[in-house]
């Protein structure tokens, strides 16, 4: 088989890839090792900036969004017993919206398919090589067959764990990264939500979230250590924790109710330099993990992917590969200041166990500094709802 583009990974990056592509009359195959019901129900992020709204919109994507998606104005900073808008448009022109991931990814699988676009399903033993050629070759299994797909270019779209970033030879990338004391336990509950806009929570006992997917389900978070055992959390435990770190001095209340699904995710920072080798092209996680402090990682895929699109559009039209070159210099300019935000975030709201009491003291007055000053506030948001695409 032959195709333009062949991209590994039908997750968010991977599918706006392909689509973007199609657009631009570029031929496109994904494969995926998934199921396609596996990864329209896999719950992840979904709090998304406005120019990733404006890119699905702009790109036939957005119907579906625009009717069921919640669109907030503001975020709420909770420490002490009291709460503390940040108000997001007032102070940026700009919003997010919340439409979980898996919605996302169903649109765009929708989107597809209609248009007559190849995804592989379930496909094993993928294998990358040829890179440092004019045509690299992925090989995979797709139900009885050996497959070799023949491309100009191999997007890996895969994963923090998928064969792409693998597949570049060593030597050539240079990995920095860092491993946070704590992890979230995560519930998403049959519940309507206790708050209009994302609640952040500060409290001695550690972080708390309250996040929406919908009118009629909740996401929560808690902080715990990375080896805490899921065992030790039955739902009673959960939400009596969650009542207590989101209490407020002013009686605020916290509705509960059957939970659907939980887990725990532990907290990382990672990046690769550079994102790319020869004819491999590195999008999304494959490339980069930031802490979901900072509801980055949908966003960031979705920036790495429209550059590539990009510089990929401009190559097949006039042969440029000025374009492809300085992907990963585009790419990684916007990836470190979402590091730093997500960092920013992350260190601000939760507790350390080394802390001896002076952290969390810096942290009280970081909290306060933002909630009082109008430039602080101004910088939290404008980062919180996405920088400009450049």
Known sequence: MHTQVGIVGAGPAGLMLSHLLHLEGIESVVLEARSREYV??????GVLEQATVELLRASGLGERLDREALIHRGIELRFDGRGHRI???????RAIWIYGQQEVVKDMIEARLASGGAIAFEVDGVEIAGIDSPTPVIRYRDGDDDVELMCDVVAGCDGFHGVSRDSIPPGVLREFHR???FAWLGILAAVAPSTDELIYAYHERGFALHSLRSPEVS???????????????????VWEELRIRFATTDGWSLADGPVLEKGIAGM???VVEPMQHGRLFLAGDAAHIVPATGAKGLNLAIH?????????????????????????ERCLRRVWRVQDFSSFMSSMLHRFPDDDGFLGRLQRAQLGYVCSSEAAARSLAENYVGLPYE
């Open 40 to 45: 329209e129900q896999r719950v992840r992020a």
């Open 87 to 93: 108000a997001l448009t007032d102070l940026t022109g």
């Open 179 to 181: 491993e946070y004391p």
């Open 219 to 237: 996401r929560l978070y808690l902080q715990v250590h990375p080896d805490e055992d899921i065992e030790a959390w039955p739902d009673d435990r």
């Open 268 to 270: 990382r920072s990672f």
């Open 304 to 328: 790495d992917v429209r550059v590539l699109a990009d510089a990929l559009t401009t190559w097949y039209r006039t042969g440029s590969t000025d374009r492809m070159d300085r992907y990963s």
